[in-house]
């Protein structure tokens, strides 16, 4: 079992920036490919950004694509999704997640753990 705690969310105005961390335990987090999901209310939980075992490969949905950057350090079992250039379509509760594999999947039910998640919510 993988426990993953996320930290870091909170409101924020539009323009403004978040950055989120999920802090795992319980397996080697290594051997994880790390990603975000995020859910706003009345819509389906959609992809923001995966991060590979070794942290030298990135995927971004195309919201997050220049404003939103991915990273882990594997020495402290932490992903971190850095937020900028906020908007309010940005609010949602993000949800940090593992997959036990040496790609990177973009489609939630790849993955085997996932957080409790951490509002973020973004004013205009």
């Known amino acids: 079992q993988v426990q993953l705690v996320e930290s870091g969310g909170g409101l924020v105005q539009a323009g403004g920036s978040l950055r989120l961390s999920c802090a795992a335990s319980?397996?080697?987090?290594?051997?994880?490919?790390m990603a975000w999901f995020r859910q706003a209310p009345g819509k389906e939980r959609e992809f923001v950004a995966a991060?590979?075992?070794?942290?030298?490969?990135?995927s971004y949905a195309d919201s997050a694509k220049g404003r939103f950057t991915i990273s882990r350090d594997n020495a402290k079992s932490t992903v971190y999704l850095r937020m900028n250039s906020l908007k309010p379509e940005d609010t949602a509760v993000y949800y940090c997640?593992?997959?036990?594999?040496?790609?990177?999947?973009?489609?939630?039910?790849?993955?085997?753990?996932w957080g409790q998640g951490s509002q973020v919510t973004v004013s205009s």
């Open positions: 997640t593992a997959e036990y594999t040496t790609v990177i999947h973009t489609t939630k039910k790849t993955y085997d753990y």
């Open positions: 319980g397996r080697t987090f290594s051997f994880y490919t």
């Open positions: 991060v590979s075992r070794s942290g030298d490969s990135t």
